[in-house]
């Protein structure tokens, strides 16, 4: 069983940056598609950033143009840079991979922006 876990949360000033890191416990390559949703309070969990296996990348119009998503197959991670962060950006943010049909989901990491 494939585990996903998430670092890098905290809490940052708006216009800072965070790097959040999605570590998984095996290879990553047999995964289509792996990204990253998040959930503020009071709110759905909404789609952020995401990118399949051949690197093509999708992003949530609300972080283009400020949020970076990428994968390092080698080290079995998924970092999203996230730059000129604002308190919009506040939530608990969750890794995920697809393996088929399956979806995997990592534990979540609580990032808060002060305005």
């Known amino acids: 069983q494939v585990q996903l876990v998430e670092s890098g949360g905290g809490l940052v000033q708006a216009g800072g940056s965070l790097r959040l890191s999605c570590a998984a416990s095996?290879?990553?390559?047999?995964?289509?598609?792996m990204g990253w949703y998040r959930q503020a309070p009071g709110k759905q969990r909404e789609l952020v950033a995401g990118?399949?296996?051949?690197?093509?990348?999708i992003y949530a119009d609300s972080v283009k143009g400020r949020f970076t998503i990428s994968r390092d197959n080698a080290k079995n991670t998924v970092y999203l840079q996230m730059n000129s962060l604002k308190a919009e950006d506040t939530g608990v943010y969750y890794c995920?991979?697809?393996?088929?049909?399956?979806?995997?989901w990592g534990q979540g990491t609580q990032v808060t922006v002060s305005s």
């Open positions: 095996g290879s990553i390559v047999r995964f289509s598609t």
């Open positions: 990118i399949t296996s051949g690197g093509t990348t």
């Open positions: 995920y991979a697809d393996f088929g049909p399956m979806r995997i």
